[in-house]
């Protein structure tokens, strides 16, 4: 037999597909050849199938080598196809007979040794597999308990090349992925520990509930650090199908805890204020790869001193804000990730940026304006809520009353109000507030009455606010009424949203 074929998964982005990989053994010169556009890491793949062959005690065949990787339109990137090579290759020269491998995907890189090394975005190769109707996968040892997170899939592990050649022999078994131990979590920060800043906790629990980006502006050490950081303490945790989409970003990108399961909490993203566009969208040779915007997908991406990203930086996240996805394009090909995440804008007022507030300021005018200026108007039109700071007074810094909220009464309130509006849009498919399009909420049965709306529209008549900051303010009310436990907002509720959106309190 000079032919043989079978199973692996590729990556485009987050979406996997499964790609038969072919061999061909022919008479002719010596060579091995590999096509299907595969990337430059996997034209390299040609000299470490043929040491790990060698080094596991195969022969290596002295003829012609044709690799085929189907679909042929579809790019090939990585390392994660040399096992299914080596396999295809051995089964094509006749001493290794492929029928226990029929239908079983096969993923992992060879080390020169014979290793099967661990790869990147096991987890959702495995979930296209089971998509495609894989029902058997073979993975690197490192990498199993992270496949076995994938329901409908029997995982299989291997630590070398020789191992999986005995398997097929009938000589030997294959590895069974380790038991997973609950992983145990970080601490969340408690938003009892923000002194004062009643306003900011407000507002901080309405984008929570409604899945809203929000702005937190004011001098330092007002807490904005702080509130932002407990935002994910509020959120709800991610069910099934966010948890395995949020942990399919994290593997791709390499940054998934090893042996740990499914992410469950709401990720939380913090890139300085040194971060290039790619690191914040995605990007990086041939097919990007996910950027900061897409690993804080279903979670927070808080960008703290936000004035000083750059205005290149800050200008890229209007896409994704608005379409809640990245779509990269690269001369190799287009890659798309999802990218639907709470947005934490935290900034001074000004460069001197004096603890104590604008009165000591010593920036001058149009010092102030050049700075506020860095966040552009299109980019805060994009933010929900709008809220300014004030300093801290003695009395709210060392006050030892109990009086402030713990995460976990607030995360309660949201809960419910999450859960209302997701019974309220089910029929739409939308998820929470901060979802739903303009037009469905100016349209019956969802339209506020105009007495409730009056000031709204005036605002937008005189151009306080934009078209995009109309439909914001409506989605606030909703949310403001949810944590109210109301059925409809009423206009006190469109006056809270019109302050908390424009900031004229």
């Known amino acids: 037999m000079s032919y043989a074929k079978v199973l692996c998964v590729g990556l485009v982005g987050v979406t996997g597909h499964l790609v038969e990989v072919e061999a061909d053994l022919a008479a002719g010169l010596p060579a091995v050849i590999i096509s299907g556009l595969p990337d430059t890491t996997l034209h390299e793949a040609r000299d470490r199938v043929r040491a790990a062959v060698v080094n596991s005690g195969q022969s290596w065949p002295n003829r012609r080598i044709t690799v085929n990787l189907l679909p042929a339109t579809l790019p090939k990137i990585g390392s994660g196809f040399d096992l299914a090579i080596a396999t295809a290759l051995l089964g094509g020269t006749g001493e290794l007979p492929l029928a226990p491998v029929d239908g079983v995907a096969l993923l992992g890189e060879l080390g020169l040794d014979g290793t099967v090394r661990p790869v990147r975005g096991i987890l959702p190769m495995v979930a296209a597999a089971a998509r495609s109707g894989v029902t058997q996968v073979v993975v690197p040892t490192t990498n199993a308990a992270e496949a076995a997170a994938v329901p409908g899939v029997r995982v299989r592990a291997v630590d070398t090349l020789h191992r999986l050649i005995a398997y097929i022999r009938g000589e030997g078994p294959l590895l069974d992925p380790p038991a997973t131990a609950p992983a145990a979590e970080p601490a969340v920060p408690d938003l009892a520990d923000v002194s004062g800043q009643a306003l900011g906790k407000r507002a901080l629990e309405i ?26 303490g509020l959120l709800p945790p991610l069910d099934d199908d966010a948890a395995l989409e949020v942990s399919a970003l994290h593997s791709i990108a390499g940054v998934l805890p090893p042996g740990g399961p499914l992410l469950r909490r709401p990720p939380f993203q913090a890139p300085h204020h040194s ?47 608005e379409k809640g996805r990245v779509l990269i394009t690269r001369s190799r090909g287009v890659t798309e990730y999802p990218a639907r995440c709470q947005l934490v804008l935290a900034a001074n007022p000004c460069p001197c940026a004096k603890p104590a507030g604008d009165q000591y300021c010593e920036c001058p005018p149009t010092v102030r304006r050049r700075y506020r200026s860095r966040l552009s108007g299109p980019l805060l039109d994009r933010v929900d809520l709008q809220v300014t700071l004030p300093p801290l007074r003695a009395a709210e810094l060392t006050s030892t009353a109990a009086t402030s909220e713990t995460s976990s009464s607030v995360a309660a309130r949201v809960a419910t109000a999450r859960a209302a509006a997701a019974r309220r849009w089910s029929g739409h498919g939308w998820r929470c507030n901060a979802m739903v399009p303009g037009p469905a909420l100016r349209q019956p049965p969802w339209r506020l009455p105009a007495t409730h709306t009056a000031e709204l529209r005036h605002r937008l008549d005189v151009g306080a606010i934009s078209a995009r900051g109309y439909d914001r303010v409506l989605r606030l009310a909703w949310s403001i009424a949810d944590l109210d436990e109301r059925p409809r907002p009423d206009g006190a509720d469109v006056g809270e949203a019109i302050q908390l959106r424009t900031g004229d309190l």
């Open 207 to 232: 984008a929570a509930a409604g899945g809203h980006h929000i702005a937190l502006l004011g001098p330092p050490g007002a807490g904005k650090t702080m509130l932002a950081e407990r935002l994910p």
């Open 275 to 321: 971060a290039t566009v790619a690191s914040l969208v995605g990007g990086g040779t041939g097919l990007a790869r996910p950027g900061a915007v897409s690993l804080a997908h279903h979670g927070v991406l808080f960008l703290d001193e936000a004035a000083e990203f750059t205005t290149r930086a800050l200008e890229s996240l209007r896409q994704p804000l």
